[in-house]
T-cell receptor
Framework: DGGITQSPKYLFRKEGQNVTLSCEQNLNHDAMYWYRQDPGQGLRLIYYSQIVNDFQKGDIAEGYSVSREKKESFPLTVTSAQKNPTAFYLC???????????FGPGTRLLVL | AQTVTQSQPEMSVQEAETVTLSCTYDTSESDYYLFWYKQPPSRQMILVIRQEAYKQQNATENRFSVNFQKAAKSFSLKISDSQLGDAAMYFCAYRSWRGGSEKLVFGKGTKLTVNP
């Protein structure tokens, strides 16, 4: 089945710790995105990547980092510089120039 | 910058009835896309319907249809014959038409409850 997978479903972070959220897609999509969702809010863009080895900051990139070494994978690292990381994180993908983004099931990040 | 506003934080409907969710947006662009996404309790975002701004005809997908008023910058979602499985958060989203890969700009969502 084609789709987008995210892991883990739940992730706990200790103070000062970096954690990495996984996003994999087998839709052969060129573009991938990371969004953050807070309670009572819509989604906000963290980073996006249109092609391998290239990515751009979104609206709230501070405290986050990404890599795009493979077309299928777009991991997001939440660094210790992100002071309020508790949120729901959604990964999405689309074909290059494609107007529709398809989403993964999300990762819930909690701070211990 | 584009903004999307959903003025109804919560709505409720009786099963089998019709409900309309409102969305307005602000943009200076003439070409763009609009979307409605559904987020059930599982929290996965599911595409419900899509509208291209250059198309005058309103999009329809089975029980879901939109009323797209470009001049008024309004994009409402109508759900007919509501079912219990329609209960979810609904998000309106905007995307620029520009080439390449553009972000989605989301509203804050409307929580829809379906009463049996």
């Amino acid at each position: 089945d084609g789709g987008i997978t995210q892991s883990p479903k739940y992730l706990f972070r200790k103070e000062g710790q970096n954690v990495t959220l996984s996003c994999e897609q087998n839709l052969n999509h060129d573009a991938m995105y990371w969004y953050r969702q807070d309670p009572g809010q819509g989604l906000r863009l963290i980073y996006y990547s249109q092609i391998v080895n290239d990515f751009q900051k979104g609206d709230i990139a501070e405290g986050y980092s990404v890599s795009r070494e493979k077309k299928e994978s777009f991991p997001l690292t939440v660094t210790s510089a992100q002071k309020n990381p508790t949120a729901f994180y959604l990964c999405a993908s689309s074909s290059y120039g494609g107007e529709t983004q398809y989403f993964g099931p999300g990762t819930r990040l909690l701070v211990l | 910058a584009q903004t999307v506003t959903q003025s109804q934080p919560e709505m409720s409907v009786q099963e089998a009835e019709t409900v309309t969710l409102s969305c307005t947006y602000d943009t200076s662009e003439s070409d763009y896309y609009l979307f409605w996404y559904k987020q059930p309790p599982s929290r996965q975002m599911i595409l419900v319907i899509r509208q291209e701004a250059y198309k005058q005809q309103n999009a329809t997908e089975n029980r879901f249809s939109v009323n797209f008023q470009k001049a008024a910058k309004s994009f409402s979602l109508k759900i007919s014959d509501s079912q219990l499985g329609d209960a979810a958060m609904y998000f309106c989203a905007y995307r620029s038409w520009r080439g390449g890969s553009e972000k989605l700009v989301f509203g804050k969502g409307t929580k829809l409850t379906v009463n049996p």
